[in-house]
């Protein structure tokens, strides 16, 4: 009877610590800071209980295991995670639990026949067996752990929206391996006719063939995910460059249209002498209504041609002068005070780049804003070899941080209901990325309801 109550007591701890170590697995991926820490309290919850209710009831391990991603799944938008990978973490829990098992079943199975070899006494065989049983307990946690951990860092962080053909490929090799570990831990030990048989004494090889398979399912799910993170990567650098390659675009035709604006005012001025002709006639004439006229349509069409803000480079010019526009529609105040690198080492359209995403972020944050005073703030300091470029703006709401990139979570929803996320959040990693070829950096800060954003650049005498 105590053997008994030790067994029970032994297994509610261990479903205790399965249950801690999911919560811990889980809580890397649920997005935002509020109420994380309820969050994976409820994830231990929802596991503890539903794996001791079954035990008080006699539900099998694999219906307890069902039961439980339903419900982690029923809670997702509450987890802030995405349904589909809510199952998917689950299915990869549940199947580096299964194989850590196996591995030290094995490994449990040799000790226990020599702990108790050579025993005669019933209490010390008992002693014994509980003392080698707490011993591997205390192990299949902490190989659990480590599982776990290194399955993370190959995870990291998956994309915010998980295709279904991604899904089932990711969990083929797991869903297989939870399903030989319940085949193989109804086989460890059965009962026939009063008669009772141990797998590993019907077939010794087991004791090393399960354990091995166990590790190379452990194994095949781990290079599934690193594929597959793989791939994800080499998305999301086609996406940049897709994204970078239509700004240069952009940028090369707006610098067309300003050539265009320059070619205009060439033919006023050539057209100049004309219109003082015109003027000295009507002045001359007495006509000094329709001389006022006659000027104020000329002031007219050389505002056409105005650029308000000046930087001291054509790309630039483009961009900030682009961005003012589009922030006084929005009624927002803009202030510039960048002036361009006079240095032949730095690329005006890797500058262009930089200072377009983050005036167009700037915008895009602003333009959430239901009130407040919305603002945006651009410099650009030359000293010495560094070249200093800032963004500062006004923004409403809370910043996520990606924990695998540094960089603010786009909060933006997909363009259309259902559909992909939009390329928003891709800015600032291109900012990182044009920064880069000048052993530059990126620094974000956050401080109430002020964003700002500063870009340090490096002269680079071989920089081509």
Same mark, same amino acid.
């Given at each position: 009877?105590?053997?008994?109550?030790?067994?029970?007591?032994?297994?509610?701890?261990?479903?205790?610590?399965?249950?801690?170590?999911?919560?811990?697995?889980?809580?890397?991926?649920?997005?935002?800071?509020?109420?994380?820490?309820?969050?994976?309290?409820?994830? !231990?919850?929802?596991?503890?209980?539903?794996?001791?209710?079954?035990?008080?009831?006699?539900? =099998?391990?694999?219906?307890?295991?069902?039961?439980?991603?339903?419900?982690?799944?029923?809670?997702?938008?509450?987890?802030?995670?995405?349904?589909?990978?809510?199952?998917?973490?689950?299915?990869? !829990?549940?199947?580096?639990?299964?194989?850590?098992?196996?591995?030290?079943?094995?490994?449990?199975?040799?000790?226990?026949?020599?702990?108790?070899?050579?025993?005669?006494?019933?209490?010390?065989?008992?002693?014994?067996?509980?003392?080698?049983?707490?011993?591997?307990?205390?192990?299949?946690?902490?190989?659990?752990?480590?599982?776990?951990?290194?399955?993370?860092?190959?995870?990291?962080?998956?994309?915010?929206?998980?295709?279904?053909?991604?899904?089932?490929?990711?969990?083929?090799?797991?869903?297989?391996?939870?399903?030989?570990?319940?085949?193989?831990?109804?086989?460890?030990?059965?009962?026939?006719?009063?008669?009772?048989?141990?797998?590993?004494?019907?077939?010794?090889?087991? /004791?090393?063939?399960?354990?091995?398979?166990?590790?190379?399912?452990?194994?095949?799910?781990?290079?599934?995910?690193?594929?597959?993170?793989?791939?994800?990567?080499?998305?999301?650098?086609?996406?940049?460059?897709?994204?970078?390659?239509?700004?240069?675009?952009? /940028?090369?035709?707006?610098?067309?249209?300003?050539?265009?604006?320059?070619?205009?005012?060439?033919?006023?001025?050539?057209?100049?002498?004309?219109?003082?002709?015109?003027?000295?006639?009507?002045?001359?004439?007495?006509?000094?209504?329709?001389?006022?006229?006659?000027?104020?349509?000329?002031?007219?069409?050389?505002?056409?041609?105005?650029?308000?803000?000046?930087?001291?480079?054509?790309?630039?010019?483009?961009?900030?002068?682009?961005?003012?526009?589009?922030?006084?529609?929005?009624?927002?105040?803009?202030?510039?005070?960048?002036?361009?690198?006079?240095?032949?080492?730095?690329?005006?359209?890797?500058?262009?780049?930089?200072?377009?995403?983050?005036?167009?972020?700037?915008?895009?944050?602003?333009?959430?804003?239901?009130?407040?005073?919305?603002?945006?703030?651009?410099?650009?300091?030359?000293?010495?070899?560094?070249?200093?470029?800032?963004?500062?703006?006004? !923004?409403?709401?809370?910043?996520?941080?990606?924990? =695998?990139?540094?960089?603010?979570?786009?909060?933006?929803?997909?363009?259309?209901?259902?559909g992909p996320a939009p390329l928003h959040g891709i800015g600032l990693s291109n900012v990182r990325r044009e920064a880069a070829k000048y052993l530059g950096n990126v620094d974000i800060k956050v401080k109430k309801n002020e964003f700002s954003v500063t870009v340090l650049l490096q002269e680079r005498s071989n920089h081509e």
């Amino acid at each position: 009877m105590g053997f008994m109550l030790f067994q029970h007591i032994a297994s509610g701890a261990e479903t205790v610590l399965c249950a801690f170590c999911m919560a811990a697995f889980f809580r890397p991926y649920m997005a935002g800071r509020k109420n994380r820490l309820q969050k994976t309290i409820a994830v !231990f919850l929802v596991y503890g209980t539903v794996y001791v209710a079954g035990e008080a009831v006699s539900i =099998s391990g694999w219906l307890c295991m069902v039961i439980v991603i339903l419900l982690l799944m029923a809670g997702s938008r509450w987890l802030c995670m995405e349904r589909k990978q809510v199952f998917l973490y689950g299915i990869l !829990f549940f199947c580096t639990r299964d194989m850590g098992r196996l591995i030290t079943e094995s490994l449990y199975y040799l000790f226990n026949g020599k702990i108790v070899q050579g025993l005669d006494n019933e209490n010390m065989i008992y002693r014994n067996v509980a003392a080698g049983y707490s011993v591997f307990m205390i192990l299949r946690i902490i190989l659990l752990s480590a599982m776990l951990l290194f399955l993370s860092k190959k995870l990291k962080k998956g994309p915010p929206e998980l295709h279904t053909k991604e899904l089932c490929y990711l969990c083929l090799t797991p869903v297989v391996g939870i399903m030989f570990g319940n085949i193989i831990f109804r086989l460890l030990f059965t009962v026939k006719e009063n008669v009772f048989f141990s797998l590993y004494d019907q077939y010794p090889a087991f /004791i090393g063939l399960v354990p091995l398979i166990a590790a190379l399912f452990y194994a095949g799910m781990m290079v599934t995910v690193a594929s597959w993170q793989e791939m994800v990567g080499l998305q999301e650098e086609k996406k940049k460059y897709f994204v970078e390659q239509q700004q240069l675009a952009a /940028i090369r035709e707006r610098i067309g249209e300003v050539e265009q604006f320059y070619d205009g005012i060439r033919r006023m001025k050539h057209e100049m002498k004309n219109h003082l002709t015109n003027i000295k006639g009507l002045a001359g004439s007495g006509s000094y209504e329709e001389m006022e006229q006659y000027i104020a349509r000329m002031d007219e069409s050389m505002d056409v041609f105005e650029m308000s803000v000046r930087t001291g480079n054509a790309v630039t010019d483009v961009i900030v002068n682009d961005k003012q526009k589009a922030a006084e529609k929005q009624g927002i105040r803009f202030r510039s005070d960048f002036v361009y690198p006079a240095s032949d080492r730095y690329n005006a359209y890797d500058i262009a780049i930089i200072v377009n995403n983050l005036l167009q972020n700037a915008l895009e944050a602003c333009g959430r804003m239901a009130s407040g005073e919305k603002y945006i703030s651009l410099s650009g300091i030359r000293k010495n070899r560094f070249f200093l470029i800032s963004v500062k703006n006004s !923004f409403d709401g809370e910043v996520v941080f990606d924990k =695998s990139t540094n960089l603010p979570v786009s909060t933006k929803a997909p363009d259309v209901p259902g559909g992909p996320a939009p390329l928003h959040g891709i800015g600032l990693s291109n900012v990182r990325r044009e920064a880069a070829k000048y052993l530059g950096n990126v620094d974000i800060k956050v401080k109430k309801n002020e964003f700002s954003v500063t870009v340090l650049l490096q002269e680079r005498s071989n920089h081509e």
